[in-house]
């Protein structure tokens, strides 16, 4: 009773300071009509409103079919009926869509686009300003030209979008879906000044109402509640840095499949990647499942596991959980693999490629519920050497050249803004690098000499976007992929190009069989030859000159050596399902029957 006395308590606590956010509303217009009188009355006729008839008067002179055409589309888009039922379709979207419908976010969209509009028709009546002396491409409605509502009603629904989009999701398509969603309310606003429906200051009036409109309803649907929510989640402190227990929760109840109530866990933490309201549904999620002996280490980089080998070597480990991107799941493998201890991913990182292989939700705290609630599997890890490459092992991929090259050059910075994008403006940087000589020996058989712009080796064959870099590879395959790229001019990027492109649409078709990368007993050599495929169980590939070398998306040193074997069913991993399975596995308790058999 005094635990729902303490929730109601801080439930409506948290709804009561949500409200005092609504207020803002009445600011809101009254700053706008303040702005509208001081554009009407005080500004009109000086610099620099004097240069916006120029302007309107330069755009009715210049237009064109083609404009004519982009900017009506674009005034479609915002207008009442465009905007009205886009919304519609966003908000019952996020209602019936997700797992639990998502009422807090379709509240503050349809929200967000409701008060705009109330604002904007009270500034309206209370500001008159005749639209511009210029032909008008569309008929105008009845109120002031002041601020444009197809702006504010562009930044209210697309920018709203762009918020949810950033905060509520993770992945590599985040920062460029929210960028282009950003991008339409200021080409609406063009578009207006275009058509002739409104000065530039209207357009910057719009903009204004929009974005004070998103920071209101932002304060009163979203900042208080994630604020109150993970007051809720964290009992506890979140663990920061170094190896360190966790407390148990109290109020467990026992488990009745025989297994002790207190599991042991080592969760391996990204801190840049894995913030502090992450780590704490990871903490809780575990905790529901048993594991509340719980010890967290962070990552370095001198460390890239962190103290996971320690607390390997001292035994009683029952699970651990990489909570990280690839290099973090790449140190975790090289240390749990072949000792029987299940690894559990909480996709985090940038790439996060082992996981979209695997099929994992993109969510990384849905990711950890559905593995705990899964069973345990096999599969393969790649180990690499060469020179000044000390062994190592590795889930996804390594390789020389291009792609390494890019991965060494892309800048941290971008990384932890636009995510994978990064690499896409690295790769930029070395489209004109000089092709490789090289010779390839697979399992010891006779040396083939080629020459590419790119090596990889793959334990899995999936990049972003679903693109098929190595349709055959699969993770319990218990052979590696290789691909030489080696596409010359612009046709031969060209052609490469539109071969990925088509292994994305044609993904879903079934795999193709050994030997017949296109899954029509073609050749090995496709897109003119720019892709090359050999399949093998051990890969040894020799560089003319030492080249960028990567491992799982982390840049080694340079090399002229690359020896990659294959170790079948060594990572046992703990999954919805297995890979590349629709349905979960029938399992008892936490793990099922593995497809190899894991190396204990």
């Known amino acids: 009773m005094t635990g729902n006395k303490a929730s109601m308590t801080t439930e409506n606590g948290g709804a009561a300071r949500r409200l005092r956010h609504v207020w803002l509303v009445a600011a809101q217009a009254t700053l706008m009509i303040l702005l509208g009188f001081f554009v009407t009355r005080v500004a009109d006729g000086h610099w620099p409103l004097t240069l916006e008839d120029r302007l309107t008067r330069a755009f009715a002179e210049h237009r064109s079919p083609l404009g004519n055409g982009l900017s009506a589309g674009l005034s479609l888009m915002a207008s009442t009926e465009g905007i009205v039922g886009v919304t519609l379709v966003c908000v019952a979207a996020l209602l019936v869509l997700p797992r639990a419908p998502r009422w807090t976010e379709a509240a503050f969209l349809g929200a967000s ?14 500001v008159e300003r005749a639209r511009p002396d210029v ?82 309803m932002g304060l009163v649907f979203l900042y208080g509640r994630d604020r109150d929510s993970a007051n809720e989640r964290t009992p506890y402190g979140v663990p920061r840095g170094g190896a360190e227990a966790v407390p148990a929760q109290p109020g467990r109840l026992a488990r009745t499949d025989g297994r002790p109530t207190a599991r042991r866990v080592v969760v391996v933490r990204h801190p840049h990647n894995c913030p502090d309201e992450l ?152 489209l004109r690098d000089p092709r490789m000589r090289l010779n390839i020996r697979l399992d010891g058989g006779r040396r083939i000499r080629r020459r590419a712009r790119m090596v990889v080796i793959g334990n899995v064959g999936t990049l972003q976007g679903g693109l098929e870099l190595l349709p055959r590879a699969r993770p319990d395959s218990g052979r590696l992929e290789i691909v030489l790229f080696d596409p010359r001019g612009a046709a031969g990027w060209l052609a ?35 892709l090359e495929y050999f399949s093998a169980t051990r890969i040894e590939v020799r560089f003319a000159r030492a080249q960028a070398r990567e491992v799982d998306g982390d840049s080694m040193s340079e090399g002229a050596l690359l020896t990659a074997g294959i170790e079948p069913g060594a990572l046992r991993m703990r999954l919805p399902r297995a890979p590349g399975a629709t349905a979960l596995p029938q399992a008892s308790g936490h793990s099922s029957q593995t497809p190899h058999t894991a190396h204990h």
């Open 279 to 430: 780590a704490a549904q990871v903490r809780t999620r575990l905790g529901r499942h048993g594991f509340t002996d719980q010890r967290w280490t962070s990552t370095t980089v001198e460390s890239p596991g962190g103290g996971l080998a320690e607390e390997c070597a001292a035994g009683d480990v029952d699970l651990v959980v990489a909570c990280g991107g690839d290099g973090t799941v790449r140190a975790c493998a090289d240390v749990v693999a072949g000792t029987g201890i299940p690894l559990v991913l909480v996709p985090c990182g940038t790439g996060n490629l082992l996981a979209r292989n695997l099929d994992l939700p993109a969510d990384p705290a849905t990711a950890l519920e559905e593995a705990l609630e899964g069973g345990d599997f096999g599969i393969d890890v790649g180990r690499v050497e060469g020179d000044g490459l000390p062994p190592t092992r590795f889930a996804v991929m390594t390789g020389a050249g291009f792609d390494a090259a890019m991965v060494r050059d892309a800048s941290p910075a971008l990384k932890a803004r636009l995510g994978w994008v990064a690499y896409t403006l690295s790769a930029a940087r070395h």
């Open 113 to 126: 686009v409701a008060v705009q509009s109330a604002v904007f028709l009270l500034v309206t009546i209370f």
């Open 135 to 216: 032909p008008q491409l569309d008929g105008a409605p009845p109120t002031s030209s002041f601020p444009s509502g197809h702006v504010g009603a562009s930044v209210a629904l697309y920018g709203g979008l762009a918020t949810l989009v950033l905060s509520r999701t993770r992945g590599p398509w985040r920062s460029l879906t929210a960028g282009v969603l950003l991008l339409v309310p200021p080409a609406v606003g063009l578009s207006r000044v275009y058509r002739g429906m409104h000065h530039p200051s209207d357009v910057a009036g719009g903009l204004l109402n929009g974005g004070a409109t998103l920071l209101v």
């Open 496 to 530: 490469a190009a539109t071969h990925l492109a088509a292994r994305v649409v044609r993904r879903a078709a079934p795999a193709p069989t050994p030997g017949d990368p296109d899954g029509a007993n073609g050749p090995d050599v496709v897109a003119g030859g720019s």
